[in-house]
């Protein structure tokens, strides 16, 4: 065949993974040395970035992505976004150099003394080949175990020196299922139950959307005629939230989750943990009378689930056989949910008349990535999901997501072809995670509209201090940022608005712009109630 470095090329050419996202060091050079012209290298300007970049493309593409790292470095820079991955399930193949062979018993300058244990917990399988010509079979191996459900991040250890060595066979590109089944005959219990239900609701999450089930969750629900709510804390949505059986986001705190099912004789969970809680407020996981199936293809989420009774089944599938077996109920559905009122400002511009702003000036089918955290309760309110793969959020609660997340899933959107509207919605706390993010999706020139919500603090933090009663937390506070200056530092043209006046005319702007724009928007600094 070659060398090692073609033979990986070539596994990675027919795996379709063509696009690499990263942050190049010295250990890695050898691979990327002569890089080939049918191959793209998205440059991000650290390695956190580059990580959630590959994790937006894959879940807007519903494939997998390959991420080049630095060495022990570099995937300690990435540590949080490879967290974000894992929870999100995005299914991202990482690579880093390794020192060469001959030097690892003496633990030379950048060497990655633990290969298989620094991404702990948060990779699905990590490997570095015993011997140079195993790279590309390594290759194929970390495609099948992160693309499997449930889908997440793996790791490759790759000594520098293996680039050159021979490499006498590719290995054969297998064909890698990615679904479980959802067996009428497991399903069962749920079907019964179910059927003889005098009050059902349901819970989706968002392994509904990523195993495609977006349309049969729609026809479960609407054959069982039943109120339908958000898991909390996911960061993708299982259910489009313009539907009139949908209610709303459930509180991530035990209590108050379990006083929304009361009245409720059977829950359905449905692509989602059971439950992810934070702050804690005691309470009853459920309601004494009442009783939950739980429908995952995560075996770790049924192992943790604290209530009811879990099945392992592709959630999508899952929501098809059910509604197929399930007569159409004849019940009174939930009470439609009364419209939001439109909210009104005078001096000061809210977080919800921001969102209320953009989603009058937003394209129907614009995706939004979001990382809005205190005030994310009336983003989800005002800007609802209509259309599968159309919000996109990190789920494991780490900072320094959006931004990249935006960079990633506008690339996909522009391969795919279908060029909807990404629209990246942070808070001015979040956005300097990562804030050279900006200098990557305008050197791609993506037409992304980046809006900053600027408070001027850590408000989700003033929040959980408030809920938490620990007054006088030092380093809240955020003054002296300028968002116009720092995007103008990257090449990226910005405004600022402060008066509601100016917002519709600002917004409408950067929806139409054929290149990255930022607004920057004064937002009333009030910190919400946490619950």
């Known amino acids: 065949m070659g060398t090692v470095q073609e033979a990986f090329y070539e596994v990675a050419r027919r795996l379709k993974l063509t696009t690499i996202f990263g942050n190049p060091g010295s250990t890695e050079e050898t691979f990327l040395r002569n890089f080939p012209a049918d191959f793209r290298y998205v440059l991000a300007l650290q390695e956190a970035p580059a990580v959630a970049m590959a994790d937006g493309y894959a879940q807007a593409t519903g494939r997998a992505a390959l991420v080049n790292l630095h060495t022990a470095a570099g995937m300690g820079n990435a540590l949080g976004n490879i967290e974000s991955a894992w929870y999100n399930r995005a299914p991202v193949i990482i690579t880093a150099g390794q020192q060469t ?13 633990k290969p298989y244990a620094i991404a702990e917990p948060y990779i699905k399988w990590a490997y570095e080949p015993t011997r140079p010509e195993d790279v590309p079979s390594a290759l194929v191996r ?8 449930p889908a997440g991040p793996v790791f490759l250890s790759i000594p520098m020196d293996d680039a050159d060595k021979p490499c ?8 890698i299922g990615r679904h479980l089944g959802a067996d009428p005959k497991y399903l069962g219990p749920v079907i019964d139950a179910l059927s003889k239900a005098r009050s059902p609701v349901m819970v989706t999450g968002g392994a509904v959307d990523q195993s495609g089930g977006w349309d049969d969750v729609v026809r479960l629900a609407e054959t069982l005629n039943c109120p339908v709510w958000a898991a909390p804390l996911e960061g993708r949505p299982g259910f489009p939230e313009t539907h009139p059986l949908y209610q709303g986001q459930l509180p991530g705190a035990i209590g108050p989750a379990c006083a929304h099912f009361e009245g409720h004789d059977e829950i359905l969970v ?4 059971v439950f992810r809680y934070y702050p804690y407020v005691p309470g009853d996981y459920i309601p004494r009378d009442s009783h939950l199936f ?3 293809d995560d075996p770790s989420e049924a192992g943790r689930a604290p209530v009811g009774d ?11 056989v059910l509604a197929d077996h399930l007569r159409r109920s004849i019940r009174t559905g939930p009470a439609k949910r009364e419209p939001l009122a439109e909210p009104q400002a005078e001096r000061e511009i809210t977080p919800d008349y921001l969102y209320h702003a953009i989603q009058l000036a937003r394209p129907e089918d614009s995706i939004i990535v979001q990382e809005s955290m205190s005030s994310l309760k009336a983003l989800r309110e005002r800007l609802p999901t209509r259309y599968s793969r159309s919000f996109f959020s990190m789920t494991g609660g780490i900072l320094g997501y959006a931004l990249p997340a935006a960079v990633g ?12 509207k990404v629209i990246c919605i942070v808070g001015d706390g979040s956005a300097n995670y990562v804030i050279q993010s900006l200098w990557t999706a305008v050197q791609h020139q993506l037409p992304i509209l980046f809006v900053v919500a600027c408070n001027h603090a850590y408000n989700i933090l003033k929040s959980f201090a408030d809920q938490l009663q620990t007054p006088g937390v030092p380093g809240l506070d955020l003054p002296g940022l300028n968002f116009v200056s720092l995007a103008a530092g990257y090449g990226l043209e910005a405004a600022y608005v402060k008066r509601p006046s100016e917002l519709a005319e600002a917004l409408h702007f950067g929806m139409v712009q054929d290149k990255p724009w930022l607004v920057a928007v004064e937002v009333d600094s009030t910190v919400p109630p946490l619950i």
């Open 294 to 296: 739980h429908i995952t």
């Open 101 to 113: 062979r001959e030097m690892l018993l003496m633990e030379p300058y950048l060497t990655n003394t």
């Open 270 to 273: 449905i692509g989602a943990p």
């Open 142 to 149: 970390a495609y099948a175990m992160a693309v499997q459900p």
């Open 168 to 175: 006498s066979h590719l290995p054969a590109v297998r064909t």
């Open 310 to 320: 879990s099945i392992l089944a592709d959630p999508a599938r899952a929501c098809a």
């Open 409 to 420: 899933v506008a690339l996909a959107e522009r391969d795919k072809g279908s060029h909807r």
